[in-house]
Structure formats: C-alpha cells, structure tokens
C-alpha cells in the first residue's frame, strides 16, 4: 500500500531504516579494547562477571546506569499520528 508518490513497501522500508540506524548507534556506543579493573567513575572494582560479560568495560554497573540515563531515544518521528507530532 503505497501513499503519493511512494513505492510500495516504503512504510516497511522506513522501518528497517530506523531499526538499523539505532542497532548501529548502540553498537557504536559499546566499550572496546582491553577494559578497567577499577570504575573509571567511582573507583570501585568492577566484577568479574561484568567485565566477562562486557568486555572493555570501563564502568561498573550503578555508574554506567547513571551515564545511560540521559541518553534519549530516536529523534524521529515515525508513529504516523498526526496528533504525535504535536507533542
């Protein structure tokens, strides 16, 4: 079901598009490299059960909750309400 002059599958399309781009930005926001003993942030030890888990850590658990926190979500707008893109 195509709308004007989009293709079919357009809606689909743009989707996929917002699925990969933030797939993508949370890839890219992954620790990488050889990882911390001590929280960058704190000090504190950082387990090793996190730093197994999630290699390159840098952070123990409460400071990187406390980092991840102000990060919002995708910028766009794709829910197709009218009434959502007033808010």
Do not use: F
Not at 71 to 85: F, I, T, V, W
């Amino acid at each position: 079901m195509a709308s004007g002059w989009a293709p079919d599958g357009a809606v689909q399309d743009q989707i996929d598009d917002s699925i990969t781009d933030a797939v993508r930005l949370a890839r890219s926001r992954l620790p990488s490299g050889p990882g911390e003993i001590h929280c960058l942030e704190c000090g504190e030890e950082i387990p090793e059960a996190r730093r197994r888990a999630m290699p390159g850590a840098r952070t123990c658990i409460d400071c990187q909750s406390a980092l991840d926190r102000p990060a919002a979500a995708s910028a766009y707008n794709r829910r197709g309400s009218k009434d959502s893109q007033l808010k």
